[in-house]
């Protein structure tokens, strides 16, 4: 089955630092474009950063661009999101996807794989 699995998740401190895994069965993430997204609670999905199958990372909003670092392992299959100085404004359902091709859509609709989502919760 073609599927991508996060892991990672739980509860953190403010200020700690907390690192996503993202991880493809069936299929390798080398060959696809991957993305994290969030959805707070009472708001939309968002786009966090997405990583190019062939070029550094993409950011949705420049808000995360200082905090938060997505990388591959091809060799792992996985991709990751590190979190920095995380704050309960972050606490939120954290998601990938993935699709082919040379961009990160930014509709939902046009990713091909959503994981089921990890939660992620800032409070002392």
């Known amino acids: 089955q073609l599927a991508v699995v996060e892991s990672g998740g739980g509860l953190v401190q403010p200020g700690g630092t907390m690192r996503l895994t993202c991880r493809a069965s069936?299929?390798?993430?080398?060959?696809?474009?991957v993305a994290w997204f969030r959805q707070a609670p009472g708001k939309e999905r968002a786009g966090i950063q997405c990583?190019?199958?062939?070029?550094?990372?993409?950011f949705y909003t420049d808000h995360h661009r200082e905090r938060f670092t997505i990388s591959r392992d091809n060799v792992l299959n996985e991709v990751y999101l590190v979190m920095h100085r995380l704050q309960p404004e972050d606490t939120a359902i954290y998601y990938c996807?993935?699709?082919?091709?040379?961009?990160?859509?930014?509709?939902?609709?046009?990713?091909?794989?959503w994981g089921q989502g990890t939660q992620v919760t800032v409070s002392s």
């Open positions: 990583i190019i199958r062939r070029r550094n990372a993409r």
């Open positions: 069936g299929f390798s993430l080398e060959f696809y474009n």
């Open positions: 996807a993935a699709v082919a091709g040379e961009n990160c859509p930014a509709e939902e609709a046009e990713w091909t794989y």
